[in-house]
């Protein structure tokens, strides 16, 4: 039993710890996060507006975005009424339209009672979390289309972007159905998660979010996809890869919310108890993301990098597995050091000493962190390094390794006396750590 209680302390611990940089990065920022009406009837919801009243409390400007689809079928079929949708939009006729208001005006007060509780079992119970919410959405009929008309269907026209800026900005929350206004008052039904797009666009948020019926964007193989570019997404979606009709729209809103300059979309598995925290406050999250920017890259270090830099090498120093390094040598070589920086966070470095007259380079401070460690990523590295020495025209590399010599064999490298090292790097050849020097011939 303590065993248990001590891993579960120690993987809160780990989570706090990674999460903790988000909670800074994450405070003042805007959010759109869209749901449809299904996930009203689910066991998750209540959940769910526990932690979106979580963000709220940790500074977060957000906008909901609901649906209301089911609430309005279950009414139409009451009424008798026809349910027709063509291209993932409903054609809303007279009855459907009155269903639609009555649907969406319920489901916005359910959102809001539960919203008005607070976080329950915290110091923010009973506390009131003030939600706005009214005509912020100018719309316009989406009209007859491929000889469909679409009747009371609309379209974004215009968002009161100001007005909700304002709302936020006075710490409210902002809960907008999916309905919209025109300057006649006329009343029109709109798709929630194209809204939630154009919101979040036009607003320049920092992140729109779907909580979508499926686990996430997939591969053929049903396996979930991480992260994406743009124009990765577009492709997918284009190619025959499965995906719902309702997911596939979240991925072209989604990228057309990043070509909007929204800087990351998320799609998140509505299913997944706490995975909109999950998703937005560790860095490998549970759904799918689309980002504007790779979300992890190889680069030169700089001098800002020492501190995770220590942080990641310092476990294998104390191991004994890297020789130890101080902090004012780190940042005399800091310019020789290549990483992998995955959001924001070093999970991988390596260290290049040319000697340029030998034709040879030294690969050393090789490491990864242990999260990531045999998912190729020490591959991409070592082949980074490589075509950097290329590129000044070396034509070897060697290390020096008391433990992970294996690993080095496996890439070529090959048994070599110390004897032959460079004569500066063998004045400096520390003997009792007796290191075994491996050589990689013919790089180029």
């Given at each position: ?8 302390q ?5 989570w ?24 009203l ?31 309005i ?7 008798g009424g ?8 409903r ?28 976080l ?23 009209g ?7 009747q009371h ?8 972007t100001?007005?909700i800026?304002?709302?936020l ?14 300057p ?27 909580l ?38 979240c ?19 509505r ?14 999250g ?40 101080s ?17 924001a966070t ?9 000697f ?11 490491a ?17 390094i ?6 000044l ?6 290390v ?45």
């Open positions: 039993m303590e065993k248990n209680t001590s891993n579960s120690d993987h809160f611990i780990d706090f710890r990674q999460s903790t940089p988000y909670i800074n990065a994450f405070r003042n920022k805007t959010f759109v996060i869209s749901f449809g009406g299904e996930l009837t689910d066991t998750q919801f209540t959940p769910l507006v526990q932690d979106i009243i979580l963000l709220h409390s940790l500074g977060v400007k957000l906008v909901l975005v609901h649906g209301a689809r089911p609430q079928e279950a009414r139409l079929k009451k009424l026809e349910i027709k949708i063509v291209n993932g939009l054609i809303t006729n007279d009855v459907a339209l009155d269903c639609v208001i009555d649907a969406a005006s319920r489901v916005r007060v359910d959102i809001e009672a539960l919203l008005s509780m607070g329950a079992n915290s110091m923010t119970a009973g506390k009131t979390v003030h939600i706005s919410s009214g005509n912020f959405i100018t719309a316009k009929p989406l007859i289309r491929d000889g469909i008309d679409y269907t609309g379209e974004v026209r215009k968002i009161a100001g007005t800026k304002s709302m900005e006075q710490n409210n929350l902002v809960l907008i159905p999916p309905i919209g206004y025109s006649t008052g006329e009343v029109f039904n709109l798709n929630a998660r194209d809204l939630a797009a154009d919101i979040a666009s036009q607003m320049h948020a920092d992140k729109l979010v779907y979508i019926n499926d686990k996430g964007i997939t591969n053929n193989r049903n396996q979930l996809i991480r992260e994406l570019l743009p124009d990765d997404a577009e492709k997918l979606v284009n190619s025959k890869t499965k995906m719902s009709d309702s997911t596939q729209r991925v072209k809103n989604a990228v057309k919310a990043v070509n909007a300059n929204v800087p990351r979309c998320h799609l998140i598995d299913h997944i108890d706490g995975g909109l925290l999950t998703e937005l406050f560790t860095r490998d549970c759904g799918s993301l689309i980002s504007a920017n790779n979300f992890e890259v190889i680069r030169q270090a700089n001098i800002d990098d020492i501190a995770s830099l220590i942080e990641l090498i310092q476990p294998l120093e104390a191991e004994g597995i890297l020789v130890k390094r902090r004012e040598n780190l940042e005399m070589e800091i310019s020789m050091f290549t990483v992998i920086e995955r959001d070093i999970i991988g470095c390596a260290a290049f000493f040319p340029i007259k030998e034709k040879i380079g030294e690969l050393s401070c090789f990864i962190h242990p999260d990531y460690q045999n998912q190729g990523r020490g591959e991409t590295l070592f082949k980074s490589q075509q950097h020495a290329k590129q025209g070396l034509t070897s590399m060697f020096l390794t008391t433990r992970t010599s294996q690993w080095f064999k496996e890439r070529g490298f090959k048994p070599k006396d110390i004897k032959t090292l460079p004569l500066k790097r063998r004045q400096l050849y520390n003997y009792q750590r007796n290191s075994k020097m491996f050589v990689k011939n013919d790089i180029l």
